[in-house]
């Protein structure tokens, strides 16, 4: 049982590449998040899956895109990298309402 | 924008001392959470509260949701070097739909042997 687990752990990107952000759970819950997380800002919800099949925006959505695979995976899109977008990302999930379990952490560096 | 409130933004004291910090919010929260974020790695779930006025603990862990809903704190006790990390208070709104937290800044909290 890994829990939440998210490839790759380090990237580097030139600004305006593409890429995408893996994550995986395996603990059948409904509810996936993704997360930012920058120094003396907490972690900022970017985009979450309330179920399968749904996708909704969260506080800083822009520049990313996000797709539910099926139930065990939340993948989030960077169409064109910028430096503003340099973070440590998270993903999440959860079966209730409240407790959620982090991966491990996406870091993420934007030149 | 952020809505919660948490203090201090950071704490330095010495093994073995007790440590509190807390969160606050102009809004009623339904539920509070603490995590813990050790260095390179995901927030890990400390201690879960549901209902205004619950007392809880986790070992040397105590923590407390506010009558007013609006806010709680982390009480650590007797601090070991292991407690180092960046600890978060999350919570979910009353009025936010579907399963979404809210999270404070978080407290970085260091401890010297």
């Known amino acids: 049982n890994a829990g939440v687990t998210q490839t790759p752990k380090f990237q580097v990107l030139k600004t305006g590449q593409s890429m995408t952000l893996q994550c995986a759970q395996d603990?059948?819950?409904?509810?996936m998040y993704w997360y930012r997380q920058d120094p003396g800002m907490g972690l900022r919800l970017i985009y979450y899956s309330a179920s399968e099949g749904t996708t909704d925006k969260g506080e800083v959505p822009n520049g990313y895109n996000v797709s539910r695979l099926n139930k065990r995976e939340f993948s989030l899109r960077l169409e064109s990298a910028a430096p503003s977008q340099t973070s440590v990302y998270f993903c999440a999930s959860s079966e209730s309402l409240d407790t959620q379990y982090f991966g491990p952490g996406t870091r993420l560096t934007v030149l | 924008g952020q809505q919660l409130n948490q203090s201090p933004q950071s704490m330095f004291i010495q093994e073995g001392e007790d440590v509190s910090m807390n969160c606050t919010s102009s809004?009623?929260?339904?539920?509070w959470l603490w995590y813990k974020q050790d260095p390179g790695e995901g927030p890990v779930l400390l201690i879960a509260l549901y209902k205004a006025g619950e007392l809880t603990s986790n070992g040397r862990l105590t923590a407390q949701f506010g009558i007013t809903r609006k806010d709680s704190f982390l009480n650590i006790s007797a601090s070991i070097p292991s407690d180092v990390g960046i600890y978060f208070c999350a919570g979910q709104l009353q009025e936010t739909s579907g399963s979404r937290l809210t999270f404070g800044e978080g407290t970085q909290l260091t401890v010297n042997p």
């Open positions: 603990m059948n819950h409904n509810s």
């Open positions: 809004s009623i929260f339904n539920t």
